[in-house]
């Protein structure tokens, strides 16, 4: 994939992917995060058919979330992606599917309560071969978004996981993805194609299993960078005011105002539209013919881009519904911000 050429407005291709990082030591410099955007989304070529602009994987909803899952693969389809999955248990499949015609949902997940003792060897693998069907299919998939806590849930969840590592298959964790990986650190240890999308209270947890202390507002991106470099060079984008984003090399952030309404599904939101562009990004990297854009990291590229995308569709959300501002109404506003930096062109 070429860069979008109708919205490639700098030139120089050594210069045009910037992502101002520094080094672990030091100021955190911002992301130029429009450029990013502007670098790796693909053109709307007329010759590309379905799938080429992506296809995501939510796994996540179960009986008490269907939200979160819903929020996170119709953001994946309104930044771009071409086709969304959702697994999800059975109770939630009806649910979120009335929400969207436009979601694909499997309804193969099964908690504790649904099974008994002695079918759990057989559900888990029947799930595990469910999934693997369709695994090789998907750019991206994110791992959380209301998954719920259940430990016969989440230990399929972990096979899943370990499928799409085998798979090359980059992986977003997030929501109950991360109480999991919490627990679970070898599900993500050194893979360079996860990326961890903590909130303050997953990021306190992460930090205090992984580096044995509190989190340390002082010196918060030396120690987002040694988190990353103890997790084996996985990128984290620690969610709060900044979004700060490493992989234990560099570490850079996004900060552009959105919005002072502070409603549950942002980080949904957030989470698929990181799985779209992080696979473009990737993508982009592997195809495109400069040497010194190889380099960068396409997980964090992909973090830059959804963080940027999704606060200004939240300013652009809270700027016509004040207070009540809600997911939908942001998510309503992520075509148009999109748009804004990158235009569609005809
Ligand atoms: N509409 C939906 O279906 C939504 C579902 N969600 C899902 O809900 C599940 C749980 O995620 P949450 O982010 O709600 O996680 P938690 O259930 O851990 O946190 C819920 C809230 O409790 C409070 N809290 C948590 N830990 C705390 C601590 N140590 N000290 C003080 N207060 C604390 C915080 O206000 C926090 O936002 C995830 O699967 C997530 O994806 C959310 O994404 C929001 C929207
Ligand atoms: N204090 C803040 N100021 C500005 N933006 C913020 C602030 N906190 C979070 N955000 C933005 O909201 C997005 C979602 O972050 P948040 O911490 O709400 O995630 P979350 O708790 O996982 O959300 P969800 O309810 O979907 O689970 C972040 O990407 C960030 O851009
Ligand atoms: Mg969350």
Request: glycine share 8%.
């Amino acid at each position: 994939l070429p860069g979008n050429a109708a919205c490639s407005s700098s030139p120089s291709p050594s210069t045009s992917i910037r992502v101002n990082a520094m080094s672990a030591s030091g100021p955190v410099y911002e992301a130029d995060a429009e450029a990013v955007v502007r670098r790796i989304t693909p053109p709307l070529d007329r010759a590309r058919h379905k799938g080429q602009a992506g296809k995501i994987a939510v796994i996540g909803g179960c009986r008490e979330y269907t939200g979160a899952p819903y929020f996170a693969a119709i953001s994946a389809l309104k930044v771009g992606a071409d086709l969304s999955h959702v697994f999800c248990t059975r109770d939630a499949a009806t649910v979120i599917k009335s929400y969207s015609p436009e979601l694909i949902v499997h309804p193969i997940l099964e908690e504790s309560y649904s099974v008994s003792d002695g079918e759990r060897e057989y559900v888990s693998s029947r799930i595990l071969t469910e999934v693997a069907k369709w695994m090789e299919r998907f750019d991206c998939i994110v791992v959380g978004p209301g998954l719920g806590r259940d430990s016969f849930l989440l230990d399929c969840v972990s096979n899943i996981m370990r499928h799409a590592r085998q798979a090359n298959i980059p992986t977003v964790v997030d929501g109950d993805g991360l109480f999991l990986i919490t627990n679970n650190l070898s599900l993500v240890e050194g893979n360079l194609l996860a990326i961890l999308t903590p909130n303050v209270y997953e990021y306190k947890r992460l930090v205090q299993k992984v580096l044995n202390c509190e989190v340390n507002e002082e010196n918060a991106s030396e120690q987002l960078t040694a988190l990353c470099q103890k997790i084996g060079g996985i990128t984290i984008m620690r969610k709060g005011k900044a979004d700060i984003i490493s992989d234990g090399k560099t570490v850079t952030q996004v900060s552009t105002f959105g919005s002072p309404r502070r409603c549950g599904g942002q980080g949904d939101i957030l989470s698929g539209s990181v799985a779209v562009f992080a696979s473009w990004a990737r993508h982009f990297l592997l195809t495109n013919e400069y040497p010194t854009e190889k380099s960068v990291n396409p997980m964090m590229l992909g973090c830059i881009a959804g963080s940027l995308l999704l606060r200004k569709a939240a300013s652009h959300a809270f700027e016509k519904n004040k207070r009540s501002t809600v997911t939908t109404d942001i998510i309503e506003f992520l075509g148009k911000s999109l748009e804004d930096i990158c235009p569609a062109g005809h």
